[in-house]
């Protein structure tokens, strides 16, 4: 542990998004049974059409816009003081949703939305899609200390663990004030949470437990908030 800071002296665990991720019914046994599950993930993996607006199997089932981030939104600007002129990154913005109800609130806000999907960014919500650009979370196409804040969302689990101590590295890099971000992942804190989120996930390359999550936070030097959503 020598050289590394606890967490807890750094960074503050914020589960803003379990309630909402709660209010969606999974049929965890169906996901496993109904197809062929590896064949799924391997078009899902894609983030193509199929991911995004295919059939349920292969992902989402179809992402359209219905306002259901503006709580989060909401959250996010009164925790970090997203003021007029600031400015914030999105690693893995998917369509943007989100960035759009932020703007929403702060018309004034700089955003700047990042995805690996070219599909998502093609598809995005039109009032924000100016915003969007592709691109890979570890190596993040920004200068250093360009952002007042970051966040990410469902997306770093989806990262092989070089690649994702590369992303959180970079998602510092580019902050004025590390302190500044917010990092969501699926995890689990049971044995029946982690067979659900085995059954049902799709993308997911990082498996981990919360003090496991937690470990690769201090590793990394990652200074910002972070949360989890589990499948209960």
């Given at each position: 542990?020598?050289?590394?800071?606890?967490?807890?002296?750094?960074?503050?665990?914020?589960?803003l998004i379990q309630s909402l991720h709660a209010s969606t019914a999974r049929d965890y046994v169906g996901r496993v049974t109904a197809h062929d599950k590896a064949e799924?993930?391997?078009?899902?993996?894609?983030?193509?059409?199929?991911?995004?607006?295919?059939?349920?199997?292969?992902?989402?089932?179809?992402?359209?816009?219905?306002?259901?981030?503006?709580?989060?939104?909401?959250?996010?600007?009164?925790?970090?003081?997203?003021?007029?002129?600031?400015?914030?990154?999105?690693?893995?913005?998917?369509?943007?949703?989100?960035?759009?109800?932020?703007?929403?609130?702060?018309?004034?806000?700089?955003?700047?939305?990042?995805?690996?999907?070219?599909?998502?960014?093609?598809?995005?919500?039109?009032?924000?899609?100016?915003?969007?650009?592709?691109?890979?979370?570890?190596?993040?196409?920004?200068?250093?200390?360009?952002?007042?804040?970051?966040?990410?969302?469902?997306?770093?689990?989806?990262?092989?663990?070089?690649?994702?101590?590369?992303?959180?590295?970079?998602?510092?890099?580019?902050?004025?004030?590390?302190?500044?971000?917010?990092?969501?992942?699926?995890?689990?804190?049971?044995?029946?949470?982690?067979?659900?989120?085995?059954?049902?996930?799709?993308?997911?390359?990082?498996?981990?437990?919360?003090?496991?999550?937690?470990?690769?936070?201090?590793?990394?030097?990652?200074?910002?908030?972070?949360?989890?959503?589990?499948?209960?």
């Amino acid at each position: 542990m020598s050289g590394f800071p606890r967490l807890s002296e750094r960074a503050r665990r914020v589960d803003l998004i379990q309630s909402l991720h709660a209010s969606t019914a999974r049929d965890y046994v169906g996901r496993v049974t109904a197809h062929d599950k590896a064949e799924c993930a391997s078009v899902a993996r894609r983030f193509d059409a199929d991911y995004w607006d295919g059939e349920r199997r292969f992902g989402y089932g179809g992402y359209r816009y219905d306002g259901r981030w503006r709580s989060v939104a909401e959250e996010l600007v009164a925790r970090y003081a997203l003021g007029p002129g600031k400015s914030l990154l999105d690693v893995g913005c998917g369509k943007g949703f989100l960035l759009y109800e932020l703007l929403t609130l702060v018309p004034e806000l700089k955003v700047c939305g990042l995805d690996v999907s070219a599909y998502a960014i093609e598809h995005a919500k039109p009032e924000i899609a100016g915003s969007l650009l592709r691109g890979d979370a570890a190596e993040l196409p920004f200068p250093d200390r360009s952002f007042d804040c970051v966040i990410s969302l469902a997306t770093l689990h989806n990262l092989p663990i070089a690649a994702l101590f590369a992303a959180l590295g970079e998602i510092t890099r580019v902050l004025r004030d590390p302190a500044q971000a917010y990092v969501m992942v699926e995890s689990y804190r049971s044995e029946r949470e982690k067979m659900n989120l085995l059954y049902w996930q799709l993308t997911c390359a990082s498996f981990y437990a919360v003090p496991d999550w937690e470990w690769v936070f201090e590793r990394a030097g990652y200074a910002g908030d972070y949360g989890f959503i589990f499948f209960e």
